[in-house]
């Protein structure tokens, strides 16, 4: 059980690699092209930890595990990002940016942001209703993004394939989902 004495809610880099084992918990995968493994961590002096470069099979990129999240860019530590977000979720009646503050000994401004950005990236949008309902035709389709590993011309031992599978109501909304990729390195 969870609590909020857990190392990843006080020390960034427990914060971080908590992060890590959850969106990565088959390693590291490049969140700008999508490709897994052969990337590199970035270490010396000049990088912040936590930074990995995409292999030369994929974009070169840099990344972190905040990337494409809403942690990304922030100057508030991951480890109050995190403890923001556990209590948020955890409280039975929510939790005002008020208690926030206190309990996690940010600044109000700072406390407001964190639960603002949160409950943002946690809302759904208005799509709360089942689709469908009221007898409308519901489709759903999946399609795969990326490549395929094979031994194909070219093939270097990689692939990288995002399952996308989408809900589209007629007239209506549509919803998509990534699927967990499901090839990994060769
Ligand atoms: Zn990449």
Same mark, same amino acid.
């Given at each position: 059980m969870t609590s909020l004495n857990a190392p990843h809610f006080h020390d960034d880099d427990a914060a971080r690699e908590y992060l890590e084992s959850i969106r990565w918990p088959d390693g590291p995968v490049c969140p700008h092209c999508g490709v897994i493994g052969g990337h590199y961590q970035l270490e010396g002096k000049a990088h912040r930890k936590g930074l990995y470069k995409c292999s030369e099979r994929g974009c070169r990129k840099q990344f972190s595990v905040t990337v494409g999240t809403v942690f990304e860019r922030s100057h508030i530590p991951l480890s109050k990002w995190l403890a923001a977000a556990y209590l948020l979720c955890s409280s039975k009646k929510g939790?005002? %940016? $008020?208690?926030?503050?206190?309990?996690?000994?940010?600044?109000?401004? /700072?406390?407001?942001?964190? %639960? $603002?950005?949160?409950?943002?990236?946690?809302?759904?949008?208005?799509? /709360?209703?089942?689709?469908?309902?009221?007898?409308?035709?519901?489709?759903?389709d999946e399609t795969y993004i990326g490549r395929k590993p094979g031994r194909t011309k070219g093939w270097k031992g990689w692939g990288h394939k995002n399952v996308v599978f989408t809900l589209v109501e007629r007239e209506g909304q549509a919803r998509s989902f990534t699927s967990p990729a499901r090839c990994s390195t060769g």
């Open positions: 939790m005002s %940016a $008020h208690q926030l503050h206190r309990t996690l000994g940010v600044t109000y401004k /700072t406390a407001w942001f964190l %639960a $603002h950005r949160i409950r943002f990236a946690m809302a759904d949008f208005g799509q /709360t209703g089942p689709m469908g309902s009221g007898g409308g035709v519901v489709e759903a």
